[in-house]
């Protein structure tokens, strides 16, 4: 007995080798040295349970307990010599069946709940009504999508918790209007980088000038009244170029990237690079006033002294439409961001909303009793302000057309302005009064007020910025205005950081889902939904237009003939020529119901005529 050894049960191959062994000690008797004894190695979960009495940890495993007993049992089996077949996982359970390493149960199950106000936040549009459908390849097809944007939606509601920044605001003591707080004020309170964005352009040779900025906020470009046009990186104020093209301006925009910009001077339409040199001249565009870009569609949209709004599409340089509004001199000129209609006011007090696909406005509306001095669209689409020389400001909601407030300001505005936080700025001289919540309450007084040195003659926010640029007769003044910009940007759309590679790739792919001209519509949002007609309405529709009912009678079924007379190529030929023949006769037949119909009118305006005739019937030709 004292040769008896025991192997790890992982260095045996099975059980036959450890009984041989045992059998030849036995028989030959001798005292052989006791083999060291392997330990299994002990895990944790082993050592944190215990049997009865102080008795070892067993060594089950919870992960593996079911090819444990298996392994057990082997050993007992009489057939020890034959391997163990371990068999296959069941892979087929979800997360809820897993058990982890430690055997514990997961106490909260399942992707965590969110919340349905942040899932709502995302919401793009209504759902398609897939009841009413009945191809069911065109069914399942939009299901699939529709399970798509709910899933991007949930999983842009859990991202949520990854963007940190809030967007600040403007808070004063008690019984202090926040409209009497200075830039200086708040330049001091405020971080370095916050304080160095407030600064002043002293240019007073070749102004007023008119400002914008880009998609992303990064850049500004200035054009002076007196042909002075500079292009900047505002944040860290480089310059990229600077020159003077010897001639007025009207107006300038950035087009859809920082290297390429539209300036309408006094005769034509110009583009430049943002090193200054002139890429096009285009003469079609004269006496332009006002330009106005639509980012995804690459259209530059234009109104000019004669009275004309033109589309340009920069991406391949063709005129896509020339409308003549029929209403004098265009001065006042916005967009709708949400569906890229262009809304024009008129000296007449009217505002004019126009898509390049009709010559003739899509709504008109009387907004003032005097002319309109400016407009400006939210980011949503569904407010617009404009003011007039009865110096008013009125807000509308553009999905009813009717007026919700109106304001009186003793200069009047000049110039609105909406941010991504529905503020409203307006420009009253050299005076900037900005509004907060205006479109959704009734608001008293101003949220903020900037004084200028001379009149304003351009203002607009700053995208993802707390930021309002002012344009004016001495340069260009840059106003702090907490809770104005977005706090958190999205990379894939707008990007203040993007590298030189990034916008090259950008720009190739916007060029590739540039969306078309004609899909410009008042609702953008009926593009994607489906006409549900009925199969009554297309029976009847298919009636009116063969001349016949196709589905009265059986189709035809030709006889099956031997020798290869009923190949697919004859079958095909004899059923044409039978189609065409019904055809013919069905046709034939509602012709002379036709002629007899007409027959009948006839003889019985004869009869009528006969019946009712005067002496003076046979002068009649």
Known sequence: TNGNTFVDSKMAVGGADESLVHEQQLHSGSHAPKKKVKQKLKRYWNASEKGPEGAPASKKVPTEGKHEAKDKEGDNDPQEGKPRQHKKRNRS????????????????????????????????????????????????????????YDLAKS????????????????????????????????????DITSASKYFNLTLDQFGPYRIHYTRNGRYLLLGGRRGHVAAMNWHTKQLLCEMNVMESINDIKWLHTETMYAVAQKKWLYMYDNKGIELHCIKKFNDVLRMEFLPYHFLLATCSATGFLQYLDISVGKEVAAICTKSGRLD????????????????????????????????KMLCHRGGVRAIAVDKTGMYMATSGLDKKVNIFDIRTYKSLHSYLIPVGASHLGFSQKDLLAAGCGNVVQV??????????????????????????FCPYEDVLGIGHGEGFSSMLVPGAGEANFDALECNP???????????????????????????????GEIDFVTMEQKHKDRVERLGYDPSVKPKFEPKHKKKGKSASGNLLKRKKVVAAQEQRDEIKKNIQEKLEMEQEKKCKEKTVQLGERSALDRFRK
């Open 332 to 363: 006042v000129m916005t967009q709708n961001p949400q569906n890229a209609i262009i809304h024009l006011g008129h000296p007449t007090g009217t505002v004019t909303l126009w898509s390049p696909n009709l010559k003739e406005p899509l709504v």
């Open 497 to 527: 950081y993007q590298s030189k590679k990034q916008r090259q790739e950008w720009e190739v792919k916007a060029l590739l889902e540039k969306i078309q001209p004609e899909l410009i519509t008042l609702d953008p949002g009926r593009l």
């Open 155 to 190: 999983q842009a509601a859990r991202y949520d918790l990854l963007l940190q920044e809030e967007a600040g605001f403007l808070e004063g003591d008690d019984g202090e209007d926040t409209c009497t707080i200075e830039q200086q004020d708040i330049a001091e309170v405020v």
């Open 93 to 148: 359970k979800g997360a809820l069946g897993r058990q982890l390493m430690s055997g514990r149960k997961d106490p909260f199950p399942g992707e965590a709940p969110v919340a349905k106000e942040k899932v709502n936040k995302y919401e793009r549009g209504k759902k398609i009504r897939l009841n009413n459908m009945q191809n069911h390849k065109l069914k399942n097809k939009l299901l699939k999508h529709e399970n798509k």
């Open 435 to 460: 509004y907060k919540d205006a479109h959704r309450q009734v608001v008293k007084k101003p949220y903020m007020c900037h004084t200028v040195r001379q009149t304003i003659h351009g203002l607009q």
